[in-house]
């Protein structure tokens, strides 16, 4: 299985005030396309950061970071931006939907930054809603809908533009431990159904478990890689 | 636009900061173009564009006590424009009598009537009989010199046919140096009453003839040229080339259209001025956006990292905010555009009657009609205010806007 996500050597610090807080002193991993991959690890062991860094929201210091064999350090803001629109699609803590659009409008947002035509746009949102199960809410705003139902709704926007990998950020630390479950349970599924790369941050270790492999971090290291026994079809 | 909606408070404030500016501006611009309008065609109306009037001696050189010849005036009729030239001599300030009646002229003129009259048709017309010939001992009398008491309908001070005795102010060498002398002459006719179309009132006239005048004062020189030319537009370079054949300062020629061209420009000077300070009302709306905006962007912080998550780039981002205040910019310019130019059409219309002119400057037409102004619809003041009204918008909005476009998505998203 080719590896469609680098990690190399990576550092990243940042600057408190005259202090220069590491956050990354040096990670390197493959992740093996269309795998699903946990990355866990306790707080301010430096995940967000390594999140952010794979999916192009920030720069490295040092080390590379290759999307598809490009190390993402050559490339222009704007080729960035579109490599966040096409090949990655993120799902955050707090959601992170616009709180005057639609749920409809939200999972459109994607395809209509890329300039897509509206009636396009309005079929396949409605579509992708119907995959994570919430046809019946689309004309609801972010606070009509429970948490488990916008963290649905931030996964359909993620999935409109058929990424290649779907980065999440703590996706169930939002959400009760059964919602949670839930969420998790639609994430893997679609992982299987759609054969997109999967990678998870928690520190939540029975969503950890869930994966095909788990990469525990601690103070902005590697410390090991696990393969999880349950066998995954790829 | 979604946003526009939900801040709809917020957005009809800050529009309505555009709609004053472009308000003020059309406004201006058009009541200013229909009062500069009404200014001029009043102006052509009231002076004589096809006459020039010639002064010997110049306003900065010093008046000449040089007088014109008859050499002067067949110099002038050479030159190519020139309709008609007539000299006159004036006679100062006379006494009239009739019988027992008795009346005073402001100015005795002596004219060749047959050129006077080609110069001025319009103020030559006869209240009345009008003499069928001019013999070397007629006057023709102005209306205010034989209507001298306006308010009483008493009779005239002379009719036609009727002899008039003038007193005039003759020189002589011996002491005391002039003497008064009583002439007589018939009433050829008297003139219908005209005001001041111009720089000159014949109504407070009486005219002779120049050869008669010549005679008595026993001089052959002429105090000032009048002008007919042949076509008004022309009329400043007959002017120039009549001036090119005199010395420097010789002589002061006066010309209408100069006067009302200045007036005019002047006008429109003001008016610009206005607008300029009009304007200052749209750089304050421009910095109302700026401010709404910073807000805005402040506030959205979080939205434009979820955005640049998404894959927006930041010129996205930029067109976005940018877009708000050109939606801002149309909404307010097309309102502007529309209490612009009702405030103008109302204006003028309340105005309109309220301002009369002043009673002794009365037009060709005698009866007095009130100002009224017009206002007027351009087509280029529309589109610039318009298109002012849009930069402004994008203008000012530009800093807020490029600050959104540069914020990191990671520090954004973190943002509460």
């Known amino acids: 299985m080719a590896a469609i996500l680098g990690v190399q050597g990576v550092k990243k610090s940042y600057r408190m005030g005259r202090v220069a807080v590491p956050a990354l002193c040096g990670v390197s991993f493959e992740v093996k396309n269309g795998e699903f991959l946990t990355i866990f690890g306790p707080s301010g062991s430096g995940k967000s950061t390594l999140l952010h860094l794979m999916g192009g929201l920030d720069r490295p210091d040092e080390g590379k970071i290759l999307i598809d064999g490009v190390d993402i350090l050559e490339l222009s803001d704007s080729t960035l931006a579109d490599l966040r629109l096409n090949k ?30 509206e009636g396009e746009t309005i079929e396949r949102a409605r579509q992708t809603l119907e995959l994570v199960g919430l046809k019946a809410r689309e004309n609801h705003r972010p606070a009509e809908l429970s948490g488990g139902e916008q963290q649905r709704v931030a996964i359909a926007r993620a999935l409109i533009t058929n990424p290649k990998i779907i980065l999440a950020d703590e996706p169930t630390g939002n959400l009760d431990t059964k919602t949670g479950w839930e969420i998790v349970q639609l994430m893997k599924k679609l992982n299987g159904e759609k ?6 941050i928690t520190h939540d270790p029975s969503i950890a478990e869930a994966a095909d492999r788990i990469i525990y971090l601690r103070d902005g290291l590697v410390e090991r890689v696990k393969e999880v026994s349950r066998g995954s079809q790829r | 636009m979604e946003n526009l909606k939900q801040r709809k408070l917020r957005t009809s404030l800050t529009t309505l900061g555009v709609v004053i500016g472009i308000t003020a501006i059309i406004g201006l611009a058009s009541l200013g173009e229909g009062f500069r309008i009404e200014m001029k065609s009043r102006m052509q109306q009231g002076f004589e564009l096809d006459n020039l009037t010639i002064i010997p001696g110049s306003l900065f050189a010093g008046l000449s006590p040089q007088r014109f010849f008859d050499s002067d005036v067949q110099k002038i009729s050479e030159v190519s424009g020139v309709q008609t030239v007539t000299q006159v001599m004036q006679l100062g300030n006379v006494t009239l009598y009739n019988g027992n009646k008795t009346t005073q002229a402001f100015v005795a003129t002596a004219v060749n009537f047959t050129e006077f009259i080609k110069v001025f048709p319009d103020r030559f017309v006869f209240d009345g009989e009008s003499p069928n010939a001019y013999g070397n001992d007629t006057i023709i009398i102005g209306y205010k010199v034989n209507h001298p008491n306006e308010t009483e309908t008493t009779s005239p001070f002379a009719t036609a046919h009727d002899n008039v005795t003038m007193t005039l102010l003759v020189t002589q060498q011996a002491l005391p140096f002039y003497r008064l002398e009583n002439h007589t002459f018939t009433t050829g006719g008297v003139l219908q009453e005209r005001g001041t179309p111009g720089i000159t009132n014949f109504d407070y006239w009486v005219f002779i003839p120049l050869e008669t005048a010549r005679e008595i004062y026993k001089k052959e020189e002429s105090d000032l040229i009048f002008v007919r030319v042949t076509d008004s537009s022309q009329s400043e370079r007959v002017a120039k080339d009549i001036e090119a054949m005199f010395p420097p300062f010789r002589i002061t020629i006066l010309i209408p259209l100069t006067f009302i061209r200045q007036v005019d420009n002047i006008l429109s000077i003001v008016q610009l001025f206005l607008m300029a300070v009009a304007s200052i009302s749209l750089l304050v709306a421009g910095i109302g956006i700026m401010n709404i905006m910073t807000v805005s962007v402040m506030e959205r912080t979080r939205e434009i990292g979820i955005l640049k998550a998404i894959g927006a780039k930041s010129r996205t981002v930029l067109a976005m905010f940018l877009a708000e205040a050109v939606l801002i910019g149309l909404m307010g310019g097309i309102i502007g555009l529309f209490t612009g130019y009702g405030l103008s059409y109302g204006l003028a219309f309340a105005l309109t009657g309220l301002i009369q002119p002043q009673q002794n400057t009365t037009f060709q037409n005698p009866e007095t009609h009130p100002l009224t102004i017009t206002p007027v619809f351009s087509f280029e003041w529309t589109v610039a205010a318009f298109v002012f009204a849009i930069l402004i918008c994008i203008i000012f909005a530009l800093y807020p806007a490029r600050k959104a476009s540069k914020l990191n998505p990671v520090e954004a998203l973190r943002y509460e």
């Open chain 1, 88 to 117: 990655i699609g993120f799902v955050f803590q707090f959601f992170n939907l616009l709180p005057r659009l639609t749920a409809l409008k939200n999972v459109e947002l994607p395809l209509a930054i890329a300039g897509a035509s």
């Open chain 1, 195 to 200: 054969g997109q790369t999967l990678i998870v």
